[in-house]
């Protein structure tokens, strides 16, 4: 599929910059994997298609490599951060071009059993627990860290990001 000119992710694939380079964790084949803002889930990360395709079915002979791009991806946050589960989403609601949600859920999360959508919503509308939501356990910068050289380590292909 062709990129489409008012996709913001296509936008953002087509420019070296689009993300800021300390936010992209990797760049695989397939797709790009870029910390994502609300680290209070430490290791939060979104995988974006490098292909413009609205739903999955639409990736063709792509497909099988980018799921395992994103499981590669689920990996690496396991190993670097131990959590108790990953919640994985793939919506499209709001940005219609394939990307994966991988949400680390940790035991201290007292809010574990419900999906983090509710606490990201009541985020957009108190400062104060935006802050908190964009935190995490370990520094953004430490947080990519971890997962580069775990991918590394992991032999991943791509490339980390820069």
């Not at 397939?30 to 609300?38: D, F, K, M, R």
């Not at 985020?123 to 991918?151: I, K, W, Y």
């Amino acid at each position: 599929m062709t990129p489409d000119p008012n996709c913001p992710f296509c936008k953002k694939l087509a420019n070296v910059a689009g993300w800021p380079a300390g936010d992209v964790v990797w760049q695989f084949p397939h797709s790009v994997a870029v910390l994502g803002q609300w680290q209070y889930y430490t290791g939060y990360c979104v995988l974006v298609a490098r292909e413009h395709a609205t739903e999955l079915s639409q990736l063709g002979p792509a497909r099988a490599a980018y799921l395992d791009e994103m499981s590669r991806l689920a990996a690496a946050i396991e190993t670097c951060f131990r959590p108790l589960k990953l919640n994985y989403e793939l919506l499209g609601n709001q940005v219609p071009h394939l990307h994966w949600h991988i949400f680390p859920r940790s035991v201290t999360d007292h809010d574990r059993v419900r999906p983090v959508w509710f606490a990201l919503d009541e985020a957009d509308a108190d400062p104060v627990e935006q802050r908190r939501l964009e935190t995490g356990t370990v520094s953004r910068a430490e947080a990519v860290a971890r997962l580069r050289e775990q991918l590394k380590a992991d032999g991943a292909p791509g490339e980390q990001g820069s």
